[in-house]
């Protein structure tokens, strides 16, 4: 079974633009989950979708937003860049939501903002 | 709230050595607990998991980890490190109530001296 792929890998943009990022959850999968990491601040939670619903969300502020699709894909987007975005972006995703669901990681998208 | 901490940030072994890797987590009923290994460019690999049960786990790769919840610490073991093991690892709690979001620790990245 094909892992969680994450498009693009790589990104570069400049401050003010937004940008996109795109997951595909394991298949059959139907809860992915996004996580911001940097040096600084370390992997923090960003949200939850299921059922093409956000069902959870951490401490970030509205310019960050996602959505989730019938075939359980999700994206998430960040307006107005800030030089602070800079991260490695990851999505996970597990069978069903739940805290005894084993969260499978994709390979991040790397976010430089300039 | 449910915290982690993992005291070293760095730590470097020669291969061969055994290993182990502390993590302590605030959590006030019982925790779900993850370890998760982290390669240079690329996502998160679940190594193992405690949900409930026997305090000792075993996982991916050699590694083990024990759950003592006398000393809320869950630190992962390898009784003999290879250099492919160098990399960074993350220990990680489940959130709170219904939701599955990981909390992380800020990791501990392990060096392998030949």
């Known amino acids: 079974k094909a892992g969680v792929t994450q498009t693009p890998r790589y990104l570069i943009k400049t401050r003010g633009q937004q940008v996109t990022l795109s997951c595909s959850p394991i298949?059959?999968?139907?809860?992915v989950s996004w996580y911001q990491q940097t040096p600084g601040q370390g992997l923090q939670f960003l949200f939850e979708y299921f059922s093409e619903t956000q069902r959870n969300k951490g401490n970030f502020p509205g310019r960050f937003s996602g959505r989730q699709f019938s075939n359980s894909r999700s994206e998430m987007n960040v307006s107005t860049l800030e030089l602070g975005d800079s991260a490695l972006y990851l999505c996970?995703?597990?069978?069903?939501?739940?805290?005894?669901?084993?969260?499978?990681f994709g390979p991040g998208t790397r976010l430089l903002v300039l | 709230a449910q915290s982690v901490t993992q005291p070293d940030i760095h730590i470097t072994v020669s291969e061969g050595a055994s290993l182990e890797l502390r993590c302590n987590y605030s959590y006030g009923a019982t925790p779900y607990l993850f370890w998760y290994v982290q390669s240079p460019g690329q996502g998160l690999q679940l190594l193992l998991k405690y949900f409930s049960g026997d305090t000792l786990v075993q996982g991916i790769k050699g590694f083990e980890a024990e759950f003592k919840r006398s000393q809320s610490s869950f630190n992962l073991r390898k009784p003999s490190v290879h250099w492919s093991d160098a990399a960074e690892y993350f220990c990680?709690?489940?959130?709170?109530?219904?939701?599955?979001?990981?909390?992380f620790g800020k990791g501990t990245k392990l060096s392998v001296k030949p």
């Open positions: 996970a995703s597990s069978p069903r939501r739940g805290s005894r669901e084993t969260q499978y």
């Open positions: 298949s059959g999968h139907r809860s």
């Open positions: 990680a709690v489940v959130g709170g109530g219904s939701q599955g979001n990981l909390i």
